[in-house]
C-alpha cells in the first residue's frame, strides 16, 4: 500500500469534526480511569521515580490516532486537548494544568505531521508523534513537579516517557487504525482505504 498520501483538502468536514470529537471525549474517560491507576501504582515507583515515566503512553495515544484517521490538520492538536478538557471535567489529581498538556503534547504531535507536510501516514512518522508528545509531556512534568531530580533522573525520566508514548501513541495508533481499516468504520477517511505501510 501506499506510504504517501495528498492531502486532496484540508477543510475540515462535518464528519471529521464527529469522529475527532466521539474520539477525545473516550479518551478523556479512559484518561479518568488511567488517572486511577496511576495513583493506586505510583507507591510502587517510590525507590526509582522515574519508572513511572513507562505509564505516560496512553495519556499521548488520542492525538496521534486522530490525526493518523482524519489526516487533516490540526486533528493532533484537537483530539488531544479535547481529550484533556475532558479528563479535566471529570476530575483528577492535577487539575486544569491537564488542559496546558494536552495543548502542548497534541501541539507536539501536530509538528511531526506538519513537517512530514501532512503526507506521510507511516510507522515512523507515528512513533515520531508519539515520542515528540512525550518529550513535551516530559519537559513540563520536570519544570512543574521535578524540578529538583538529579540530571540523571530527568533524563532518565525524559527517555522512558518518550519511549512509551512513541510504543503505546505511535505504534499503538498505527496498529488501531490497521485493525480497523478492515472493518470499515473508517470508510469516510483515507485512513480507511488506504493502510499505512511502514
Do not use: C, H
Not at 486511577?36 to 519508572?51: I, N, R
Amino acid at each position: 500500500m501506499s506510504t504517501t498520501t495528498s492531502t486532496k483538502s484540508t477543510t475540515w468536514r462535518t464528519v471529521d469534526i464527529v469522529v475527532a470529537a466521539v474520539l477525545a471525549v473516550a479518551f478523556g474517560v479512559v484518561f479518568w480511569a488511567w488517572n486511577q491507576l496511576y495513583a493506586a501504582v505510583s507507591p510502587a515507583f517510590t525507590g526509582l521515580p522515574p519508572l513511572q515515566g513507562l505509564m505516560y503512553g496512553i495519556w499521548l495515544l488520542p492525538g496521534v490516532l486522530g490525526a493518523m484517521i482524519i489526516r487533516k490538520p490540526g486533528a493532533a492538536l484537537f483530539t488531544e486537548l479535547v481529550a484533556a478538557i475532558v479528563s479535566a471535567l471529570l476530575g483528577n489529581q492535577w487539575g486544569l494544568t491537564v488542559i496546558w498538556y494536552g495543548l502542548l503534547q497534541g501541539g507536539a504531535s501536530e509538528l511531526v505531521f506538519l513537517l512530514r507536510g501532512y503526507r506521510r501516514w507511516t510507522l515512523p512518522t507515528a512513533l515520531l508523534a508519539g515520542a515528540a508528545a512525550g518529550v513535551a509531556a516530559a519537559v513540563l512534568d520536570i519544570v512543574y513537579y521535578y524540578p529538583d531530580w538529579s540530571t540523571a533522573w530527568m533524563t532518565t525520566y525524559g527517555v522512558l516517557v518518550a519511549l512509551s508514548a512513541a510504543v503505546v501513541a505511535g505504534v499503538g495508533a498505527w496498529l488501531l487504525v490497521r485493525a480497523l481499516a478492515p472493518t470499515g468504520v473508517l470508510a469516510p477517511f483515507r485512513s480507511g482505504s488506504e493502510q499505512a505501510a511502514v
